[in-house]
């Protein structure tokens, strides 16, 4: 009889002995002469009887075999048995293979990411100091307007820049501060002599002046510089209490950085006005709730002391 996918029956014998009758002569049978001899009968028979129950294919009827009785009616596929480690083993490989591959295809893409996001913000820093370069040079020019206006904006800057840092704010909003301050005065580039060095304006030279705010920011944002200085420069000149300009923003509408900067701006103007810093102190006490934070104040007074 032709070797074939190995398939096999239980049964047990009289003595209690259990053997696997296959559709060839197994090494288990092969010296029973009872068995070899009706294993053609039997088996064959069998498969015509068989029915699938639970994926095994089930005897409908029970065939006997002198000496010997059936402890399951039932065809296994040995082959199939056999071969499932190796399929498993198979699957797992497949699996890791694939998932190897989507874990690399995303390694890469983050490291692709990180390279690229390295690139931009040295892109980035290389834009913001030739920016810084370039109104270095605008101040030049609007120093020769307006005498020691940039002592003034680099006072301005590191006073900023401390008093954030006093106030518990991280490097990069106190370095944000520092560049603010240094560009708070970039909007007045544009304005008329009599406008920049007058203190007693006129209604009409005011409302010109107050423009120099969203000149700047204009400016900053073009220079593109971190939006954060922009908008510090932008809102610097409002209010606590929402009468100041340009957008009559209050309280903590107003960015804590800008809020930060026009107590520090106002500190050094009257420092330059010959006032001391016991009267600046009661100045901003006054001026606390209404014109300026006043948190922002306290910390300040802190400073002046």
Known sequence: MAKTEKKWYVLRAASGKEFKV????????KHNPLLQAHVSQVVLPLEKHASLRNGKRVIKE??????????????????????????????????YIIMFSIQRYW???LQQHVILQARIDAERA????????VITAMYSALSSKVPEVDLHCEQVAA????????????ETACRDGYYAGLLHEVGAVGL???????????????????????????????L??????????RFHREWYDGTGYCTGLRGEEIPLLARILAVA????????????????????????GTEFDPVCVEAMKTLLQ
């Not at 006129?202 to 969203?214: P, R």
């Open 159 to 170: 006073l900023t820049q401390e008093l954030a840092r006093r106030m518990g704010l991280d």
């Open 192 to 222: 008329p002599d009599a406008v920049l060095q007058n203190r007693q304006l006129t209604e009409e030279q005011f409302q010109l002046y107050q423009t120099y705010v969203e000149r700047g920011y204009a400016i900053i944002l073009q």
């Open 107 to 109: 390694v890469e893409k």
């Open 22 to 29: 296959k559709e060839y002569i197994d090494a288990e049978i």
């Open 126 to 133: 290389r834009l913001s100091e030739m920016s810084l370069k």
């Open 265 to 288: 701006d106002f500190t050094d103007r009257h420092r330059r006005w010959d006032e001391t810093d016991a009267e600046i102190a009661a100045t901003l006490t006054a001026r606390a």
């Open 62 to 95: 029970k065939i006997s075999l002198p000496g010997y009785v059936f402890v399951e009616a039932a065809l296994y596929g040995e082959g199939f048995v056999r071969r499932f480690p190796f399929l498993y083993i198979c699957i797992l490989g497949v699996a």
């Open 224 to 233: 593109q510089i971190v939006d954060r200085v922009a908008e510090t420069v």
